[in-house]
């Protein structure tokens, strides 16, 4: 599994990141958060598109869970008994929002799975109705709801501080200090990503769900639910694109504005591409994406000095809009195979139909 | 509900061929009606009955959550959102005149959606074809904004439009060299657009002497009005325009004949001699030039200028458009008017009603949902008509996964 062939890229600027993260304070942490986001919703795709399901989705149902998310944390505050615990200052109502948010996402889930398995809709209109949907619906609860009543809120998931003898162990320290020095979803991608990858390579259910999403018909033969399987990964995907809306407004803002996932749904759907369809291809991607806009601006705050300087004025010198862009670059440059090639699972976008039943 | 479900189960155990056995989905095919009267009501039933139970669904929408306002309930409060909707779109020369101009761009992005459903392809880049067209047209607009009318708007119009064209031709050679999916290269596409615009403007491309980074005025090559009207400029009828003209390259040349045996079938295709790797590049590159068109009236007839975070719903509202019409030029006509009366309408049911108006990105989405589970609306209006999947759309999603190099 060559997930890492974009290692010559990176080595390059290997000696450079170093440096920034020994100079910028947090700036490891701060990464892995950005990439958050993405991580969960890649994790949402790889669930869909493993088992033969497009999702193109995912940007609305993170949107429609951040929002459920906010608005069940908000509004439920003044009912729920007072009940704090010291870990992640984590109170009754960010737990309801955490709830809510990942209902939220697998019922718009289920519709997917729906339109796409039973009704075997076209599974991209089926994503450009979800996506459709969640900005629209947002959009009107929230002016609805939100809008006239601003003091609402209940606060966010504070991060966990690491001892100083942990972030101090020389050379991998500012790793642990990177995975550690997070709220409680960001803290959790990690578990979530290895867990996937070994169950998708190493376990009975990841051995069928990718037999479903290269060959159905021979999984069938071999006594395979195709149906029931694509539905209950589809299903269970949203769990991811609900921590990510959750993680939106109940660890990194404590507020909602339209339309605030921004693309990060689509950004997901590129680190699947980049990531080959595998969880820790996936993570890796996303924390690629969002650390090539983190060091740009990072060398600008601290410029580096000695053999650097030269290759830190070249990255700052380079527009913030070419970070921006740079992980759909990657994406387009995949899978035109210019650089390694990333293929998809065979059947992805086929709807199953299941032989006529010999009665 | 579960009378529904099981309906439709049987409905779908009616189809006993397998997937292999019949590449596009075989529905049954419902009996042919021979005069144009009995072809109209059979492929707009299933568009229109999705719109009527959209505005149903839509109107328990709006009552369930006026309880969350805390306002007085208002049985009729529906009624009064829906009148004022249709009074802020047609009541008047003036609101059908923004309905026009509302509707225009999404014309010209519903045909370039529609023309790649014919052909087989999913073109979601609209979006980014639009933003580089409209790019186009204001940058080159501001340069030639002294010289005379015609000269500026001609050179304008045809910057835009060749810059969508040539943003739309990008993943169409991708797809035609590479196999790269033009599902994704396209949303990717859409995305880098954004980025160019933010950095172009705020840089070579932009204006000085403005508060914030745009492009410069735009001067005589601001389309001219339709004489005798005060807001109706000839952009729309470059938009009306163009539906003859796209239908009549799709039916009568034979490039059209190409682009519909591609998207049928694209093996038959190449077995009859067409190559279809062109077909797919100047078709993605025709998408571009509508969709950077829609760009180009919406700048040259509205705004007038193109800023860094310049955002618009057209390139997403014309996968609508195009969906809702059939990928026919005149069912997007048709549907592009509906939702351009929409959105011109929606402010008036603001003011009036309370209702915001992004109740009508939630109406768009119930429409798209009908049309997608159009088993449902058949089986609750009794309809004995053709389904609405565009048929040709059924190679696109299907092709997902197979990006062997053509």
């Given at each position: ?36 986001p ?9 669930m ?153 390579f190493?376990s ?156 | ?6 309906s ?13 056995a ?133 050179a304008?119009v045809?910057?835009g ?15 035609a060299?590479?196999?790269a ?93 067409m ?39 057209v ?13 026919h ?10 939702f ?11 003011l009036?009603?309370?209702i ?51």
């Amino acid at each position: 599994m060559d997930v890492l062939y974009g290692i010559p890229v990176i080595g390059l600027l290997f000696q450079l990141i170093a440096y920034l993260i020994q100079t910028v304070p947090n700036i490891a942490p701060i990464i892995l958060a950005l990439a958050t986001p993405i991580a969960l919703g890649a994790l949402c795709g790889i669930m869909n598109e493993r088992s033969g399901v497009v999702n193109i989705g995912i940007e609305g149902m993170m949107l429609a869970a951040a929002f459920a998310g906010f608005v069940a944390a908000g509004f439920s505050e003044p009912y729920l008994p007072e009940f704090e615990l010291e870990l992640f200052n984590t109170t009754a109502p960010l737990l309801i929002g955490v709830i809510a948010a990942v209902l939220t996402a697998m019922a718009l889930s289920l519709l997917h799975a729906w339109l796409s398995i039973t009704i075997r809709a076209d599974q991209i209109i089926s994503g450009v109705i979800i996506n459709v949907a969640a900005l629209g619906l947002t959009g009107y609860l929230n002016r609805l709801v939100v809008t006239p009543n601003p003091r609402v809120g209940a606060g966010t998931f504070s991060s966990f501080k690491p001892p100083s003898e942990i972030t101090d162990i020389p050379v991998i320290g500012w790793i642990l200090d990177m995975f550690l020095d997070q709220g409680p979803i960001a803290m959790s991608v990690i578990l979530f990503v290895i867990t996937l990858q070994i169950l998708l390579f190493r376990s009975r259910w990841g051995l069928r769900t990718r037999a479903v999403g290269e060959h159905p018909k021979a999984a069938e033969t071999v006594g395979i639910d195709v149906i029931r399987l694509r539905y209950r990964n589809v299903v269970i995907g949203g769990i991811f694109a609900g921590l990510a809306g959750a993680f939106l407004t109940l660890e990194a803002t404590s507020s909602f504005q339209n339309g605030m996932t921004a693309g990060r749904g689509f950004i997901a759907l590129a680190a699947v591409i980049f990531g080959r369809w595998t969880p820790i291809g996936a993570l890796g991607a996303a924390l690629l994406f969002t650390s090539a806009g983190a060091i740009g601006r990072a060398v600008g705050i601290r410029p580096p000095t000695d053999e650097l300087a030269q290759l830190g004025q070249l990255l700052e010198g380079i527009p913030n809009e070419f970070y921006q862009a740079l992980p759909y670059l990657i994406t387009i440059i995949v899978l035109a195979g210019v650089v390694g090639r990333s293929v998809a699972p065979a059947a992805v976008g086929q709807p199953y139909e299941r032989e006529s039943k010999a009665t | 509900m579960t009378d529904a479900g099981s309906s439709v189960q049987q409905e779908l155990e009616q189809n006993p061929a397998g997937p292999e056995a019949a590449a596009p989905q075989a529905r049954i095919p419902p009996p042919q009606s021979k005069s144009l009267w009995g072809r109209i009501i059979q492929v707009s039933a299933v568009p229109i009955a999705a719109v009527l139970l959209a505005f149903g669904v839509g109107s328990i929408f709006i009552l369930g959550s006026s309880l969350l306002t805390g306002r007085e309930f208002d049985p009729l409060l529906p009624w009064i959102a829906y009148t004022s909707l249709m009074f802020g779109a047609f009541g008047g020369l003036n609101p059908i005149v923004d309905t026009m101009v509302a509707a225009a761009p999404l014309i010209l992005g519903g045909l370039a959606l529609g023309l790649g459903f014919k052909a087989g392809l999913f073109n979601i880049g609209a979006q980014g074809q639009f933003l580089m067209g409209a790019l186009g047209a204001a940058y080159v607009g501001a340069s030639v904004a002294d010289l005379p009318t015609p000269i500026a708007i001609t050179a304008a119009v045809l910057a835009g439009g060749a810059v969508g064209a040539a943003y739309g031709f990008i993943p169409g050679m991708l797809k035609a060299f590479t196999g790269a999916h033009e599902v994704v290269t396209t949303i990717m596409l859409n995305f880098i657009a954004a980025a160019i615009i933010a950095y172009l403007v705020a840089g070579p491309l932009g204006a000085e002497g403005f508060a914030f980074a745009r492009t410069g005025p735009i001067g005589n090559a601001a389309l001219v009005n339709v004489p005798g009207t005060r807001n109706l400029h000839i952009g729309v009828l470059l938009a009306l325009l163009a539906v003859p003209i796209v239908w009549w390259i799709l039916e009568r040349t034979t490039f059209g004949f190409e682009l519909r045996t591609v998207g049928a079938n694209p093996s038959a295709a190449r077995y009859a001699g067409m190559r279809p790797a062109v077909v797919t590049m100047t078709t993605m590159a025709a998408c571009g030039l509508l969709a950077g068109l829609a760009g180009v009236v919406e700048i040259l007839g509205v705004t007038g200028f193109i800023n860094t975070s310049y955002g618009t719903s057209v390139g997403f509202d014309s996968i609508s458009v195009a969906l809702l019409g059939r990928a026919h030029p005149v069912g997007i006509l048709f549907s592009a008017i509906l939702f351009g009366a929409m959105r011109a309408g929606a402010p008036e049911m603001q003011l009036d009603a309370g209702i915001p108006v992004e109740i009508i990105d939630v109406l768009q989405g119930i429409i798209l949902l009908f049309l997608a589970a159009d088993i449902l609306v058949r089986r609750l209006f009794r309809l004995r008509v053709a389904g609405t999947g565009v048929d040709e759309l059924q190679t696109v999603s299907r092709s997902y996964g197979e990006q062997a190099p053509r």
